[in-house]
């Protein structure tokens, strides 16, 4: 029972993480969910989870996503992926993360003490994020790092820049749950798992909106890039923890 308390109370944390920032769910649980439970159990019951904060967030922000960047961002991923999985095969993970980590952080410091001014970003570049992050998603399962790049640097409002986020992960999502389901995954253990934490996923996503519905653009744009950091750190200590 504790295991499950655990686990809820991580779903929790990390749902009110992404209905305030668009981001960050998958990164912030499943290191500390894999100490309770079964590390594939603990991937597939996350993208469970997260498919469902991900329509969560959409159905609360009430924004729609901007399809015709999002689409593209997905499509782009896809020749990226075989590209990730031959990095994978050639070089050592801890360098992979190692190296993404300490872009995360060299791009918040920049982001901190530069202030550059978002400008509007060509198409061209859509296609170059969609598949770094193509690459990125096969050989570290992280896809994440160059959307969220991609939007702080458009000068979007933030209801634009969270629901092009989570508009992407909800999209990109739908292929992993279908791979994963057509190979067997999603079994009902995953299932149970998913039902005991959706009630506090539900509450934390909710609360996370609250928050964010408080802050303003400057506000929402510090905390941000402060979690884009924490992220890269969190990468940098996994890397040296596998060196």
Known sequence: MFEIVAVVSIVFAAAFTQGLAGFGFAFMS???ISL?????TSVITLVLLA?????????QHGQRPAWDRIIPLTLATLPGIPVGVHLLRVMPVAVLQGTLGVMLVAYSLYQWFARPVPREIGRFWVLVTGFVAGCLGGALNSQGPPILVYVS??????????????GFFFLSGLFVLGFQAWQGL???????LSGWCLPGLIVGATLG???????????????FTALVCALGVLMIVKSLGGA
Do not use: C, H, S
């Open 30 to 32: 499943l290191p500390l």
């Open 36 to 40: 309770f439970v079964d590390f594939k």
């Open 51 to 59: 498919q469902a904060l991900n329509l969560l967030i959409m159905w």
């Open 153 to 166: 640097l458009q000068p979007w409002n933030k209801d634009r820049v969270k629901a092009t986020m989570v």
């Open 186 to 192: 999603v079994t009902a253990e995953t299932l149970r």
């Open 209 to 223: 909106r609250a928050l964010y519905v408080r802050i303003g653009e400057g506000g929402y744009r510090r905390i």
